[in-house]
């Protein structure tokens, strides 16, 4: 994303700065991640490498010992697999999420870390199948019931986008009682008669 494309498609050079430091946080903060979890990835590997060095060195030794190492380091290596396979599947679905909540246009920090939370929970009731949280739109639907200012639906931004410009059009015919040729700084002050 270069500043010229978004001041073609109408923005300020201003907002175009701006949109490109946002987009470079949001960058840095999903390399960050990325790193960390490869970091994890490698680790796990290298464990299994050892393990299976190990495991050579056995060959030849009391079978019943080494059947016991055996079955230990291929139970160490299926929880790291699994561990591996459960980190990435949450780091899919709080993505998955992020981009929902973008759609539902809720902004709270706080908000979408609790509902990820939720819905992440075993008790929402919600399943991960298929890359995606089947139940989704209902689980917002309550809790936009719950929280009615956590996101607008499409008929109120509607509502919203309509009333707004029905009270720019509309005239105004009162004002402050200052003085029109001053600018509006000297409020005005009727003479005293008696």
Excluded at 77 to 85: L, M, P, V
Excluded at 96 to 125: F, H, N
């Amino acid at each position: 994303m270069k500043t010229e494309e978004l001041t073609a498609i109408g923005l300020t050079e201003e907002q175009a700065t701006q949109v490109l430091a946002m987009n470079g946080k949001d960058i840095e903060k999903h390399k960050k991640q990325i790193t960390t979890v490869e970091g994890e990835r490698d680790a796990f590997k290298a464990q299994l490498d050892t393990a299976n060095e190990t495991l050579k060195k056995f060959e030849g030794i009391d079978p019943q010992q080494i059947q016991t190492e055996l079955q230990t380091y291929k139970t160490k290596a299926e929880e790291a697999e699994k561990k591996y396979t459960r980190e990435m599947t949450q780091r899919d679905q709080k993505d998955w999420i992020g981009k929902k909540l973008d759609e539902y246009g809720v902004t709270s920090p706080y908000a979408r870390r609790q509902l990820t939370s939720d819905i992440m929970a075993e008790e929402s009731g919600l399943s991960w199948r298929d890359g995606a949280y089947f139940g989704f739109d209902d689980f917002m639907k309550s809790a936009k019931e719950k929280d009615n200012s956590l996101y607008q639906t499409a008929e109120e931004k509607a509502a919203a986008e309509k009333e707004a410009a029905q009270k720019a059009k509309a005239p105004t015919f009162t004002g402050p009682t200052s003085d029109p040729a001053g600018g509006g700084e000297k409020k005005f002050t009727p003479p005293k008669v008696f």
